[in-house]
């Protein structure tokens, strides 16, 4: 069982950053990949990054490329999306969530845990 809290949401201006953080508890984070998805208003929920249980893979949305980067600390239970250059269309609720499959990174919902959210909003 892994417990999810995600942090650092917030509004910002088009052009600005924010870096999210997400908390594990639980046992053995290192056994889990990693990912963050968002969700907007009216839309479905959709992968934005993810991250091997080492750190040595890393994938993003072809949206935030090059623009957001996520990262993890096992030594922390941490994982962080750090999102830069952001637009008015990133603007969603961010979940963080752990699958316990760690050969294969999924970049669709199939991921065992979920957070409750963190709102950014991005303005003009």
């Known amino acids: 069982q892994v417990q999810l809290v995600e942090s650092g949401g917030g509004l910002v201006q088009a052009g600005g950053s924010l870096r999210l953080s997400c908390a594990a508890s639980?046992?053995?984070?290192?056994?889990?990949?990693m990912g963050w998805f968002r969700q907007a208003p009216g839309k479905e929920r959709e992968f934005v990054a993810a991250?091997?249980?080492?750190?040595?893979?890393?994938y993003y949305a072809d949206s935030v490329k090059g623009r957001f980067t996520i990262s993890r600390d096992n030594a922390e239970n941490m994982v962080y999306l750090q999102m830069n250059s952001l637009t008015p269309e990133d603007t969603a609720v961010y979940y963080c969530?752990?699958?316990?499959?760690?050969?294969?990174?999924?970049?669709?919902?199939?991921?065992?845990?979920w957070g409750q959210g963190t709102q950014v909003t991005v303005s003009l």
């Open positions: 969530a752990a699958d316990s499959n760690i050969v294969v990174v999924h970049t669709t919902l199939e991921y065992d845990y």
């Open positions: 991250i091997s249980w080492n750190g040595a893979r890393t």
């Open positions: 639980g046992r053995s984070f290192s056994r889990y990949t």
